[in-house]
């Protein structure tokens, strides 16, 4: 079965900061992946994903990026992070020819 | 474009009753929904799907919901509500031309004992 993860669980980091925020998937290959960010009570945006190993396409301009340095790893970055990056971040991870996506338990990072 | 649009944002039901969550889509053509549950801190889990099979879709825990054309809706209902449900739901809709997910604003509910 497949499984996907996410670490850290939880996050405190100063403004200015870097992130580095990381998420594997187990018992796929080739899956396609996302980066979502949840702010508190409000809905899901999606900001980035992935097809295939270094393809990454962001779907809003920010101070984040992602880099995708192996098939079932996705990895979500700053360089300065902002007061406004604060939120829930979630990963998830779909078949090519699927909709239905799965979601990993999800990172809270509080920027401070 | 396709969009879902959660009628309301808070629902408030007593253990034992039945549950309605009620959500609206619009799309150009024969969409896939889906319903996801997210309890606090969690990420979200999948209920239930509907893909152009079935109208009526049963999920898990006791979830089902109809999906209406006629009407553009696909609610969400369970005949007796458990303490253990009080989560927020979104329904989603897939997202044309891709394998992106569109989500509505979600509908928090609320179980009293």
């Known amino acids: 079965s497949q499984t996907i993860h996410q670490w850290p669980a939880t996050l405190v980091q100063p403004v200015g900061s870097p992130l580095s925020l990381e998420c594997t998937v187990e018992?796929?290959?080739?899956?396609?992946l996302y980066w979502y960010r949840q702010a508190a009570g409000r809905g899901l945006q999606l900001l980035f994903y992935?097809?295939?190993?270094?393809?990454i396409s962001s779907e809003v301009p920010q101070n984040l990026s992602a880099s995708r340095p192996q098939d079932r790893q996705f990895i979500l970055s700053s360089k300065k992070l902002l007061l406004s990056d604060s939120g829930f971040y979630l990963c998830?991870?779909?078949?090519?020819?699927?909709?239905?996506?799965?979601f990993g338990p999800g990172t809270r990072l509080t920027v401070t | 474009a396709q969009s879902v649009t959660q009628l309301d944002s808070h629902v408030s039901v007593s253990e034992g009753t039945p549950v309605l969550l009620r959500c609206n889509y619009s799309?150009?053509?024969?969409?896939?929904l889906f319903w996801y549950v997210q309890h606090p801190n969690k990420g979200l889990q999948l209920l239930l799907k509907?893909?152009?099979?079935?109208?009526l879709v049963k999920g898990i825990n006791g979830f089902e919901a109809e999906f209406k054309k006629s009407e553009t809706s696909f609610h969400l209902t369970k005949p007796s509500a458990h303490m253990s449900d009080a989560a927020e739901y979104f329904c989603?809709?897939?997202?044309?031309?891709?394998?992106?997910?569109?989500f509505g604003s979600g509908t928090r509910l609320l179980v009293r004992p």
């Open positions: 989603v809709v897939g997202r044309a031309s891709s394998y992106k997910l569109i």
């Open positions: 509907y893909t152009s099979a079935a109208t």
């Open positions: 799309s150009s053509y024969s969409p896939s």
């Open positions: 998830a991870w779909n078949r090519g020819q699927d909709y239905e996506q799965y």
């Open positions: 018992g796929t290959s080739n899956p396609n």
């Open positions: 992935s097809v295939g190993i270094g393809q």
